[in-house]
């Protein structure tokens, strides 16, 4: 069966550097949004997703997904999505609540969500999952304790910050192997997200279409035929 559609956003804010290419302009997101539903196309969190799936219900739906949990999800994503009548999923790092994106060697710092905002995004309608504890790739924590406290743990540090059960996981850099899938079904979450399509995946790496400040209506119907092709 083929993966349903989901896209994988990270920042939506004004911005003048963006070395990383994570950051999407308000009214480029405003825009992406409205093509979405000059399609007939609904964002939905992936709890609601995989759960119409489920169900059959899901024709018509997208997942958007938000990694990394950036403070600018409360500024303007969630005005924008409201609006539009969406949901999305938010991706946060357990151990950064309130801190910065310090794993990027080079850029402009970007503020991630408190636990104010994380409550604050929930209660607005929106999943919280776990993007492990630091932002670290998980391929490379060897030791069974440091991979299960960046799986494991974090899930029960968010599920007392955010008061919601946390179904999903979203892998760092989208690094993942055997362990790493494993470990993040082995605690207990629904799904997995993971970037690329590879010979793991299924429903705990589910591939996404990344989404940029230069995706118009051309390159996100491009994207769109692409996803619907792939076998």
């Not at 939905?44 to 489920?54: C, F, N, Q």
Request: proline share 4%; net charge positive; with cysteine.
């Amino acid at each position: 069966m083929r993966e349903p559609p989901v896209l994988m956003y990270h920042s939506v804010a004004p911005y003048d550097q963006d070395p990383h290419l994570v950051t999407v302009r308000p009214a480029r997101f405003e825009q992406q949004l409205r093509w979405l539903r000059r399609r007939g196309l609904r964002g939905t969190s992936m709890r609601e997703l995989l759960a119409a799936r489920r169900d059959g219900t899901d024709r018509g739906l997208v997942g958007l997904t938000f990694d990394d949990g950036y403070a600018d999800f409360c500024e303007y994503v969630l005005p924008a999505l409201a609006r539009f009548g969406f949901t999305a999923t938010v991706f946060v790092l357990a151990d950064l609540l309130g801190g910065t994106n310090s794993w990027d060697a080079a850029g402009p710092r970007k503020a991630l969500m408190t636990a104010e905002e994380i409550r604050h995004a929930a209660a607005g309608g929106m999943e919280i999952g776990s993007h492990g504890r630091r932002h670290v790739s998980l391929t490379s924590r060897g030791d069974g304790d440091v991979l299960t406290a960046e799986v494991a743990g974090s899930r029960a540090v968010l599920r007392e910050v955010s008061g919601q059960e946390v179904a999903g996981f979203c892998y760092p850099y989208g690094h993942l192997d055997e362990l790493t899938v494993g470990a993040v079904r082995a605690a207990g979450y629904d799904y997995g997200c993971a970037i690329w399509r590879s010979r793991l995946t299924g429903p705990h790496a589910l591939p996404r279409t990344y989404i940029g400040d230069r995706d118009g209506s051309l390159r996100l119907l491009a994207k769109w035929y692409r996803h619907h092709l792939r076998r």
